[in-house]
T-cell receptor
């Protein structure tokens, strides 16, 4: 059973297009992190959201945490080839000692 | 910053040997470190949680005698893959966390190839 469903798992778009990645769960999370990972490297933290309804922006990336803290989305505006990579959402549940539940990941390819 | 260093970054060894991977938090003290395994084009799978000074907690299905974890200090945790076989070949990643609700910071991973 996948506790955190991430979609889509693969996305290939042209430079300049917009995209949204979704993470959904039936569980409530105390916080949710988004990471980006390059091949052969570890994930790099992009953002942490902790409050229901919270919206955070990081340049062309907009992150949203659902009101009920069960889902999150990542929206990229005007994607660039440099955005190519594996995007991972990960949720921390209450009283789990900080363990993260990872989504399946979204492999994004932005073609020039 | 929160830098986590993982060593080695790449190792190739013969079947039956044991391999040790180190995970260090360079500029902060990590009360908790986590070890993950990742297959190509897939997400991270948590193997175990390591708290300084205590035994590691392994996830269901992970052999504790196969994957030995030691967290001897607040800045170092090690994962030893004992009697490695080709099916143990994978990308192993560690992460470290200060305390409480602090986020996890990841090392750059170790590519393990068993021949």
């Amino acid at each position: 059973t996948q506790l955190l469903e991430q979609s889509p798992q693969f996305l290939s778009i042209q430079e300049g297009e917009n995209l949204t990645v979704y993470c959904n769960s039936s569980s409530v999370f105390s916080s949710l992190q988004w990471y980006r990972q390059e091949p052969g490297e570890g994930p790099v933290l992009l953002v942490t959201v902790v409050t229901g309804g919270e919206v955070k922006k990081l340049k062309r990336l907009t992150f949203q945490f659902g009101d009920a803290r069960k889902d999150s989305s990542l929206h990229i505006t005007a994607a660039q080839p440099g955005d190519t990579g594996l995007y991972l959402c990960a949720g921390a549940r209450y009283n789990q000692g900080g363990k993260l539940i990872f989504g399946q990941g979204t492999e994004l390819s932005v073609k020039p | 910053g929160a830098v986590v260093s993982q060593h080695p970054s790449w190792v190739i060894c013969k079947s039956g040997t044991s391999v040790k991977i180190e995970c260090r938090s360079l500029d902060f003290q990590a009360t908790t470190m986590f070890w993950y395994r990742q297959f190509p084009k897939q997400s991270l799978m948590l193997m175990a949680t390591s708290n300084e000074g205590s035994k590691a907690t392994y996830e269901q299905g992970v052999e504790k005698d196969k994957f030995l974890i030691n967290h001897a200090s607040l800045t170092l945790s090690t994962l030893t893959v004992t009697s490695a076989h080709p099916e143990d070949s994978s990308f192993y990643i560690c992460s470290a966390r200060r305390t409480g609700n602090q986020p996890q910071h990841f090392g750059d991973g170790t590519r393990l190839s068993i021949l």
